[in-house]
């Protein structure tokens, strides 16, 4: 599978809406909604009235990240605004198999984040039962910063891991994606690419989506 999923965060806050219908009008798949606490991660984003707005224009796959403390506290209202699907951080969670557990029985998509430092192994009781599993290829908190090279052989392990426990979980990449890596991302075994500053900072940012999936 090749997706792309523009991340909200490059997006223009002052033009929201018409960067929405942008993505609306393009070939991006899903819409990637990056949520940030000033604890989990050193930098806060935005939280739920901006969810509602995306939810309100966007007519796709809504893609939620949540880089916060305590994220089962808040899986609910998300998915109540609209996320198709809630990804927590292994490193956020004390009991993961439950907040997994909590997202799906909404009837929503669950994933699964390691930031760069983590291990795939630690997914190997989790693989069975999520549905995604997002590989962070830089430190989460900010767009815009470089790709970390680890990230291909994290995407390997992931994809042996899925393969060897029957898993159907999809491998999404986040941080640092651009037109130079995201063919070589997706055969090494990617599905979904996010990309922020590669799209919004681009001249042309409904052409580089086009490109991200060449
Ligand atoms: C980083 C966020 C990313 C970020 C990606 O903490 O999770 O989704 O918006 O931005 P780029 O593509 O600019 O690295
Ligand atoms: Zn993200």
Known sequence: MKLISPSILAADFGNLQRDIEMLNNSQADWFHVDVMDGRFVPNISFGFPVMKVVKQHAKKFVDVHLMIVEPEKYVEEFIKLGADLVSVHYEACTHLHRTIDLIQSTG???GVVLNPATPVLMLEDI???VDLILLMSVNPGFGGQKFIENTYKKIRETKDLILNNNST???EIDGGVNLDNAA???????DVLVAGNAVFSSENPERTIELLKI
């Open 108 to 110: 929503a998509k669950a």
């Open 169 to 171: 979980a999809l491998i």
């Open 184 to 190: 070589k991302l997706f055969d090494a075994g990617a």
């Open 127 to 129: 693989i069975a039962d």
